[in-house]
């Protein structure tokens, strides 16, 4: 807490500084080039943050604070104007083409935002500048219809899942494709948020079909910073947060639990595990709280440190980040280093060249996905509350107990003992040429690459006390090269005024290989060295495995608009991937569009209350590689096989058949949309339906033995997914107040049209089929992905219902399920669908409110209808077979014969709790406060005083309330991976998102 005193103090220094300044009043008025007065433009003086807005008849009057001081007029679709202060100022602005015409990044272009056909959402670093982030996910989330970000791991670092209008795949990536200065394919994880200039969101097919084979889930493109021109600027931003779990379960103290306990064996015929005297001194003195030892304060710092500038002919910006958190369980944490340098320079008239360069190191400690009772999440939940964290007598971690509890590891101790820790070196650089041929023909040729090298080692110790022959060492070492080249001619005219065109044409090739190399080892003679000497062990496994793919692609692109009124554009893209056998290599992926701006009609033109109005319709074709490198030729795997008939030698037997007819997966999307303005600009929406299918979905095909068993990848299936967008934009000025606010919705329905031959498949039988009875998850026709398979819980046998609940092997107070097929047995054929993770709709609030450099961020985003398995719930309400005993506090209220009405199974010796049941699944709809940023910008003339060009201070709120019924620790993480869409919405112990508390600075030189 030192830092935070320290930061403290110097804000309030900044804060204090004053300077007294003698005052004028300046009257005068706001006019158009026409002539026409321009009520609400913006006067300011300059340097301060002093300043007003016209009346109705453009009219102001204000007091300066120096004699001579300068102001600053803007106003929306004006240039922006500066005038020495005087008496009776008439002031004339000019519009501004540029500002009504806002340039779009669109892919290998650009586009004016007026002339834009395509489904796509621009947003600048200006609109989440005021959320403090060290993720560049977190400026999408809930600030763009259609894009849903779902932070379902909340440990340090951990990989954020981001879709676009729905999943498109069920064995491929649904993940959409991120094009990071050009380069495409990378990790948005090695953005750092603050280098970033524009975030582009690419949503139907005429604006993703130009990336043809990678587009179908949406395209996410990142521009980071340039230098603007002027003298060398220096930016330090920091901030630190203090971090906590935002709720704890309402689990049984030590007495409460060891009196359950021995009721429990009481009702079972047994004898009680503990005495009234036991309890009662538990009762006195407490016990442990296990969700308070797994749970820490943790913390985030963030540093950055920029020096950009620019002369006539060059531009440079030069970037270095620090972040650090430390995770709100125990021993978790990471940590980023990242370097960046762009840098443009125009070495003739006809000739431009520049590079990005960027370099992170990632240091991850027990980051990974932590998941079911062998983790420390179900651990805390479960563990009894009577044991001490560590054995008093021994001195090492506590044990389980062999007659009730949890029979897992102690939950510190997995934490503490079992370590993985991962590091991270990402090299991304590119260089560019740009020649312009002749007036209106440009040509540019980039080159980059992306080197990254990973290493992975855990040290995985047994049990407390145990030999260290039973710890196991795990080493791991991978890279990958990445590189990448684009060719491209460009031309652009305008024809009599009234025919403009834009035509890109396009070579490319990519070329990605990988290689990893991993060790491990067990029957280790001492465990002092963790994982730094494999020579400890005595059984070592060693593996290795290699990886390449390549992409040659084609591309053409024209756009076209008449009198700026009637918009045109057509593309198309060839890719050849030899992920695919020879006949089917390349796939071409057209799509057109068509759009009309209405408010150039001479019918519309001088409206005074439409401002723009354009409407828009797109068509096209994109793909997906969904099949890994050398999917489709046969494969071998080594086995162990009694060559000399006794021992086992190493031999390879085919592991998998070729398919050499496997296509491209192909989404088909339609999308019409609505752009309209209104009030001069201040108010916005926009309007979207799309519809889209994914046919020749990559789905496994398990064979028959005689045929060499194994599965095989074939095109079989559709999904389909449509939906209904909308966003709407305020802007307003009324005096000294400014309010910016925006508002999305969004609704998508996804659905499984086709499974092939099969109507329904279960998957993800990894979670123990042998518990659960019935693998979780289903894929259904004519369902969506992420439903939910079990049984239909009904409450509890009552004890007017014992000769019914006979016939079913049950007694009063045990579960009750329903009976599907009528024969008076529960099994697999009264398994049902039982929920959907799929959320009915999402949405976002942006609020900015600014008055004399105060500033007032308030970010709020809701889901609603999706559904949670919580897998926590039955280990803490049933006790299961790693549990034994029940922890929540929702057990005394369980069903006795002298509580009849409750709905949670009592202790009987038929009890028959099932985990795959509805009775665990929960609503995990919730309106959440994201971000709140109170900032304040000290005045520039009390900065000038002491050499700062700007020093903003804030203090910042994330995640402090979350409205929910979800009765687990938060309703957005899900045990699974962020990869998969089939498998969505499971907490079976999952990390969850933390609270913060943040203070920050920003200081410019």
Do not use: C
């Not at 947003?123 to 500048?129: A, I, P």
């Not at 030590?254 to 004898?271: P, R, S």
């Not at 003195?285 to 920029?306: M, S, V």
């Not at 002491?946 to 804030?954: E, F, V, W």
């Amino acid at each position: 807490m030192n830092i935070i005193r320290k930061l403290s103090f110097v804000i309030f220094f900044l804060a204090s500084f004053t300077v007294a300044i003698a005052q004028q009043d300046i009257e005068g008025v706001v006019k158009s080039a026409s002539g026409e007065p321009l009520a609400g433009a913006a006067v300011m003086e300059k340097g301060t943050s002093n300043g007003t807005i016209t009346d109705l008849d453009g009219r102001f009057n204000l007091s300066v604070l120096s004699n001579q001081a300068m102001l600053v007029i803007s106003y929306l679709g004006y240039e922006t104007l500066e005038v020495p202060a005087g008496p009776n100022l008439t002031i004339i602005l000019t519009t501004d083409i540029q500002q009504l015409d806002e340039v779009v990044v669109i892919g290998y272009g650009t586009v004016k935002k007026s002339d834009l056909t395509g489904s796509v959402v621009p947003l600048r670093s200006e609109d989440f500048e005021d959320q403090p982030m060290i993720r560049a996910e977190d400026a999408l989330n809930g600030r763009t219809a259609g894009v849903h970000v779902n932070r379902s791991n909340g440990s340090p670092g951990a990989p954020i899942r981001i879709r676009i209008r729905g999943s498109n795949s069920i064995n491929g990536s649904s993940e959409p494709l991120y094009v990071i200065d050009g380069f495409i394919g990378t990790d948005i994880r090695n953005v750092d948020p603050n280098d970033i200039a524009t975030l582009e969101v690419l949503k139907d097919a005429s604006a993703t079909a130009i990336y043809g084979s990678r587009g179908a889930n949406g395209v996410i493109i990142i521009t980071t910073r340039r230098a603007n021109k002027g003298e060398a600027q220096i930016d330090f931003d920091y901030f630190y947060s203090a971090d906590e779990v935002s709720r704890k379960i309402d689990l049984l103290n030590a007495a409460e639990y060891m009196q359950v306990v021995n009721e429990k064996q009481l009702a079972l015929g047994n004898t009680p595990f503990f005495s009234q005297d036991e309890i009662d001194e538990f009762r006195r003195n407490g016990g442990t709280d296990w969700q308070d030892e797994l749970f820490q304060q943790g913390y985030t710092q963030n540093a950055k440190l920029t020096i950009s500038g620019a002369g006539e002919k060059t531009n440079y910006y030069i970037s270095g980040n620090y972040s650090n958190q430390k995770g709100i369980i125990r021993n978790s944490s990471y940590k980023r280093y990242g370097f960046r340098t762009n840098i443009d320079s125009d070495v003739r008239d006809f000739i431009k060249v520049g590079t990005n360069l960027y370099f992170t190191r990632e240091n991850n400690l027990n980051t990974k996905r932590y998941t079911g009772t062998g983790g420390p999440v179900v651990g805390a939940l479960g563990w009894a509350p009577n044991l001490p964290v560590k054995n008093p007598l021994t001195g090492d971690y506590s044990e389980p107990n062999g007659a009730y509890g949890a029979v897992t590891a102690n939950p510190i101790f997995i934490v503490e003992e079992r370590n993985t820790e991962d590091f991270r070196n990402n090299f991304l650089g590119n260089v560019y040429t740009e020649i312009k041929i002749f007036d209106g023909l440009t040509a540019r040729i980039s080159g980059g690459v992306n080197l990254v090298d990973d290493e992975s080692n855990t040290f995985d110790r047994n049990f407390p006390g145990a030999s260290p022959s039973t710890s196991i060492i795990r080493v791991g070492n991978s890279s990958i090269v990445n590189w990448q080249n684009t060719n491209q001619l460009t031309y652009q005219k305008v024809i009599k005024d009234d025919h403009s065109l834009n035509a890109t044409f396009i070579y490319e090739q990519q070329a990605f290989t990988s290689k990893s190399n991993n060790s491990s080892t067990s029957d280790l003679i001492s465990t002092s060295l963790g994982y730094y000497n494999l020579s400890l062990g005595g059984s070592p496994v060693l593996t290795s495995g290699y990886s390449e793919w390549a992409l040659q692609s084609y591309v053409g692109r024209v756009n076209y608009a008449f009198r700026g009124k009637y918009l045109l554009t057509a593309s198309v893209r060839t890719d050849g991937s030899s992920r695919f056998a020879e006949d089917n290599r390349y796939g071409t992926f057209p799509s057109v569009a068509l759009g009309w701006r209405v408010t150039e009609e001479a019918f519309l033109r001088n409206s005074n209350w439409l401002s723009d109005l354009k409407i828009r319709g797109s068509y096209g074709q994109t793909g997906s590689q969904a099949v890994p490198p050398f999917g489709t030729i046969e494969r071998i795997r080594v086995a162990a096989f009694p060559l000399n008939g006794t021992q086992l030698s190493p031999t390879v037997i085919p592991s998998a058949p070729s398919n050499k007819d496997l296509r491209w997966e192909v989404t088909t999307q339609v999308d019409l949309g609505v752009d309209a303005s209104f009030l001069r600009g201040k108010l916005n929406a926009s309007f979207d339906y799309y519809k889209k299918n994914t046919e020749d979905l990559h789905l496994s095909v398990q064979l028959p033995l005689y045929d060499g068993g194994g599965s095989v990848l074939r095109n079989i299936g559709e999904v389909e997914n449509k939906g209904f967008e909308m966003v709407l934009g305020y802007t307003e000025a009324i005096g000294d107040f400014t309010v910016h606010a925006n508002f999305n919705l969004s609704m998508n329905r996804n659905k499984v049209l086709s499974l092939g031959e099969d109507s329904v498949l279960f998957v993800r039988d990894d979670f123990s089929p042998s518990v659960t009875d019935v693998n979780p998850f289903v894929l259904s026709e004519g369902g969506p992905l992420g439903q939910f398979a079990g049984y239909i819980y009904e409450g509890v046998w009552k004890s007017s219902e014992a000769d019914l609940a006979g016939v079913y092997g049950s007694s009063p107070g045990d579960a009750r399920y329903a009976d599907i097929n009528g024969d008076s047995v529960i099994n697999f054929e009264d398994v049902a669908v039982i929920g959907n993770a799929q959320p009915n709709f999402i949405w976002g609030f942006n609020s900015i409110f600014e008055y004399k450099g105060i500033s007032l961020n308030l970010f709020l985003q809701g889901v609603h209808g999706n559904e949670v398995f919580n897998f926590n719930k039955y280990w803490t309400t049933a006790g299961g077979a790693d549990i034994r005993n029940a922890t929540n506090s929702d057990i005394l209220n369980r069903w006795t014969p002298e509580n009849e009405n409750s709905e949670i199974p009592g202790f009987t010796t038929t009890s028959n709790t099932r985990l795959s049941s509805s009775q665990f699944i929960e609503d995990g709809s919730f309106v959440r406060l994201r971000n709140i940023t109170l900032g304040y910008d000290i005045p520039a003339s009390a900065l000038s005083k002491i050499g700062l060009r700007r020093a903003n201070i804030y203090l910042s709120g994330q995640n402090l309330l979350t409205m929910t019924n979800y009765s687990g620790y938060d309703p957005e993480v899900s045990s699974t991976e962020e990869s998969d869409d089939v498998a969505v919405g499971l907490d079976n112990g999952a990390y969850p998102n933390a609270r913060s508390y943040i203070i920050g600075v920003k200081i410019g030189l």
